[in-house]
Each structure stands twice: as C-alpha cells, then as structure tokens.
C-alpha cells in the first residue's frame, strides 16, 4: 500500500519545481535562446566531442546490455507480445486467449500494434527462443535512437548539444524502460528518424523527406499506436507551416501502410478491427482508476527529473507557440529542431497521461524535451548558471537510481540466471506433462525444453485450469488467487515453494509449483 507520505512529498517537489518554471519563463528571454540555437555550422569531419559522447551512449548501452537476459527480472508485458511469437515460431498460429471475453481470440493477434509479435516470430525462428531475444529489439532500437540523434545535433552543428543528450539520456528513466521484451525503444528509434526527416523537409520542401516521414509514422503506429499521435501532429504543423505539398505527401506515406497492416491482420479486417477495439476498451477501463501521481511514486529517485522534464515540456511548448504566433511562419523555419522538438513533446504527453500507470511510457516522452536542454545549453548555460546547475543537480537523483539498478544487476548477475528454476521444472515435472504457468513466467518452461506449456489469461480472471495440468506460478499467486480459481489449487500437492533465484536479496522472486489434481 503506498504510504499518504508519498503523494504529499511528490506535491511539495511539484510545488517547488514549478516555482523554478516560473522563474524560467518569467525571466529567462525565451526568444533569444530560441533565437540563438539556430546559429549553428553544419559538422563533415569528427570533432572529439562527438567521440566522448558516441562512446559514453556505447559504453552505458554495454553497462546496460550485458545483463538483458537475467535483469530485470521476470515481467508481465514480457509474455503479452513473445507468448504468440513463440507459438508461431514453433508452426503454430501467432494467437494468444488473453482473456475468456476476447474476441476471435482463436484466429489473430490483433490487441496492440501487429507488427512487434511479428519480428519476435522471425527472430525467434532464426535464433531460437530467449529471454535476451525478447527484449534485444526494444533494447537496441533504444539504444540506437540516442545514438542516432547524438549525431544528428552534431550534424547540425550542436556541437556540445550532442555530448549533453548523451549526458542527459544515460540518467534518464528511459534506459531502464527499454529493458523488457516490448516495442519502445523500436518505435523511439522510428521517431528520431523521423525528426530527422521532418529536419529536413522543413529546410528543401522535399515532397520525398515528407512520403517517407508518413511510411515511418505508419510503421511506428504499427509497434505502437499511439505513436498514431506524433503523425497527425507533425501533418498538423505541416499545414500550420503551410506545406501543403509536404502535408499531402506525409498522408501519402501513412497510407502504405493499410495494406501492411491488412497483412499483418492475415487479412481478417473486421476480426481485427474488433479484437483492438475490445482490447483498448479494456486498458481504458483499468488505467482510468489509476493516476499521474501514482507513477509519479512508482519512479522513486527519478520522479523528480521526469517531473522537471514535464515542466520543460510545458515551458517549451508554450515559448513555442508564443513565437510562432507572434511572429509567424518564417520565425520557426530558420530553427526547425526546436519546433519538431516542440511539436514532438506536445505529441508526447498525452501518451504520457493517458497511460499514466506505466513507466515505460516515458520513452516516448523525455527524449524531446532533452533535446530542447541540449541545445539550451550550447547557447545560454552561461549566461543563466543557476538554471543549469539547478537541472543537473536533478538530473543526479535520477542518474542515481539507474546507478543503483546497475550495481544490483551486477551484484547478483550469476544468481539471476534461469538454471535453478529451470532445475526445479525439470527433476518435479515429468517432460511429457503440460504445464500451466503464470504470464510473468512464460518463458520457464521453454527454457526448460518442456515444449508442452501453456499459459494462463493475460489479464486477471481466476480461471479453471485442466485438471491434470501442473501448475508454475508465483507465490503471490498462490497466496492470494488472481489468474487462478481457488477451487483448482485445492486438491493439489505443493511440489516446491521458495525462491526461483536463490541467494539474490531482494530478487528471490518466491515461485510456487502445484501437482495435477489428486483423485
């Protein structure tokens, strides 16, 4: 139960971090920094900034990556997308019953965006089934897309702007969030691509920059739509802006994609059309009864950045919007990275917000306003130090935690492996039983080599499980029944209960093993 101390300490910085807010827009002159960041000399040759900051993004990436397998532990969202691919891997159909009411369950995997399921499928096809599989595409395209834009500022002539993000994003919350076997750091990586094209565009009126800027929103929608937003933002500047030829090719290039997804739907259109719209219903009502203040505690050390990040972002915004009608369309064009940056953030937060029980959203959100405090900071940090200092010095809780998060993976990186679990399924269950698992623990028996496995619905329903089925849960679980009907536990013998990683501290993530049901 979260303590009444949480909300009214998360209020109190709320409270004083909005203060420095208005203390930056009031007298901070937002035009002449704005002014000021399109002064720039576009890079050809490598300066030794650009390599201090390529390899602190390569060397944190290697920091970060050498655990994905065993850290973080054991996550729901995990077996949501890699339970089908592995069914579908293995010759099977890519379905997956996540609950008793989905629709055409049975015929398509339709719930999210299609195309990440479909990746996991051929990867797993080709390397085999992992948990370092699942999670290397959200991994590496997170990754990636830091890198990405790294050289892109220095490109552009940022040339200290590029080591800030670099800086920036090793301490935020989004290198964390991309360690699970999910689509965000893929769909992040389409988007800086398409910050990069938007970049361009803005600068030539290229028709081909915008077609392609709409193939990669569809694609990014089809990982994830809500990323939907991002591109009827950026259409919407493209007319504000009065780029009609561009706005027209940018639908062009979202159009391509029906067809992409018309396939990926197995071309079962109305099925699909259903099993979404059921499947969004459903998430709407659950993160309804949850609020922004709720993650806001979930974040521990790094609420405090992202909430100076939701402030940027406003600050951002409004300074934006605020030139933009002031002095019209020519005042944005000399400057188009703060506009995307802008446009981007505002794309953002209502993801941010409509999701608001789930950190790992903030990969799609922190990235814009970094870039913003980037390049602030090659052009005023100087002039305005306390701000400067003020912001790193928040930075630093975040960093901190992600610091802590990497000593934990390495302090108990051997005892995180998967070998007494999978000792445990191997010398209790014979290999020609099924086995019934949890979601979080879908991944056991495969590593198990026990082939003959299914898993319970996605979402909490308290279901009958067959009888002579074993049963692999946590013991969470079994103490208080939320994927299983109380009555299937009764007449089963206790197999194992302790730890799934002995010897791990806080990490021994206590499972539960249950026989089939006795006579």
């Not at 039983?433 to 623990?441: H, K, M, N, Y």
Request: with cysteine.
């Amino acid at each position: 139960m979260i303590s009444w101390r949480y909300p009214l300490a998360v209020l109190f910085s709320c409270r004083h971090l909005a203060s420095l807010c208005l203390l930056w827009v009031v007298v901070v002159p937002t035009e002449d920094m704005l002014t000021n960041s399109s002064l720039h000399t576009p890079h050809r040759r490598a300066t030794p900034l650009l390599w201090i900051a390529v390899s602190i993004v390569l060397v944190a990436a290697l920091a970060y990556g050498f655990s994905l397998g065993h850290y973080p532990t054991f996550y729901i969202d995990d077996a949501f997308f890699a339970y089908p691919a592995i069914k579908a891997s293995l010759g099977g159909s890519l379905t997956y019953q996540v609950s008793s009411s989905a629709p055409y369950a049975q015929e398509l995997w339709a719930y999210h965006g299609p195309l990440f399921p479909h990746i996991l499928t051929v990867l797993f096809r080709i390397f085999g089934f992992s948990a370092t599989a699942s999670r290397l595409p959200n991994f590496v395209g997170g990754w990636l897309a830091a890198l990405v834009m790294v050289v892109f500022l220095w490109r552009r002539g940022y040339t200290f702007a590029c080591l800030v993000l670099a800086v920036l994003w090793c301490g935020d919350r989004a290198p964390q969030e991309i360690m699970y076997g999910r689509m965000d750091g893929l769909a992040l990586l389409l988007l800086v691509l398409n910050f990069g094209l938007l970049t361009k565009c803005l600068e030539r009126g290229s028709t081909v920059f915008a077609c392609a800027a709409g193939l990669l929103y569809g694609l990014t929608s089809l990982l994830n739509p809500l990323c939907a937003v991002f591109g009827l933002t950026s259409m919407l500047l493209l007319i504000l802006m009065r780029r009609i030829r561009e706005t027209i090719g940018c639908a062009i290039g979202l159009l391509l994609n029906i067809p992409i997804l018309f396939g990926l739907w197995e071309f079962h259109v109305h099925d699909g059309i259903a099993q979404f719209l059921w499947h969004a219903h459903r998430l709407q009502n659950e993160t309804a009864l949850h609020s922004f203040i709720h993650m806001v505690v979930v974040l521990r050390w790094s609420r405090y950045w992202f909430l100076l990040m939701v402030i940027c972002a406003v600050w951002l915004i409004a300074a934006t919007g605020r030139r933009f009608v002031r002095d019209g369309i020519q005042s944005q064009e000399s400057r188009p990275e703060f506009v995307l940056a802008a446009a981007f953030t505002l794309s953002a937060l209502p993801i941010i917000f409509r999701a608001s029980t789930h950190p790992y959203y903030i990969v799609y959100f922190s990235m814009w306003p970094m870039i913003a405090l980037a390049l602030l900071f090659q052009t005023a940090w100087r002039k305005y130090r306390v701000i400067a200092i003020t912001i790193i010095l928040v930075w630093c809780s975040s960093a901190a935690w992600n610091g802590l998060r990497l000593r934990e993976a390495v302090k108990y990186y051997r005892g995180l492996n998967n070998d007494a679990l999978v000792s445990i399924i191997n010398t209790r269950i014979p290999a020609d039983q099924e086995i019934v698992a949890t979601p979080e623990l879908y991944a056991i028996p495969l590593e198990a080599n026990h082939s003959n496995f299914d898993l319970t619905a996605w979402f909490p329903e308290r279901q009958d499980i067959c009888h002579v089925c074993y049963l692999l849960m946590t013991e969470q679980e079994y103490k208080d029944a939320s994927y299983v009907a109380r009555p299937n536990m009764a007449k089963r013998s206790l197999l194992y209960s302790g730890p799934a990683f002995p010897g791990t501290g806080p990490l021994q993530y206590p499972i539960v093993v249950l026989s089939p049901e006795s006579p």
